[in-house]
């Protein structure tokens, strides 16, 4: 049995019905879920301070560090990634076959898309510090966080 699977005594049951049986010992099987999260690796834009874009690549050092990560093996059967390049490429480097889910793409910032914090602050007065002080709304032209619900 797998160590996700853990066998938990329930106590003592005579629920089952089976004639004959006065006392009967129930075993529940408690099933565990362990998710193991594991952020895509270093990009330019994460470098530098950008907002990154759905097609941007692992940078050099990112790949490196991609292709020397591992994943206990109990997960190596089973690896989800993001549709975002920088996340296929970091399963893809760990080695292990992934499944694309579009629920796992990081919010969409619109605009700032590959765009750094500080060319945003430079050029849109007082935008990116109102999305810092509330970023539930999402960046202006974005997804707002609740759209990561869906």
Known sequence: MPDSHRLLRSGVSNTLGCAGLRRQRSWEAKLATTLFLLCAGPTRSS???AFASPDEGLDEPGLRAARVCSLPSRFEAALLSSPWRSARETAEAIGAPIEINPALADLDPGPWSGR????????????LSRWIADPVGGAPGGEAMHAGLA
Request: proline share 0%; aromatic share 6%; no cysteine.
């Open 47 to 49: 470098r530098i301070g």
């Open 116 to 127: 750094a914090f500080a060319d945003i602050a430079a050029a849109e007065a007082g935008a």
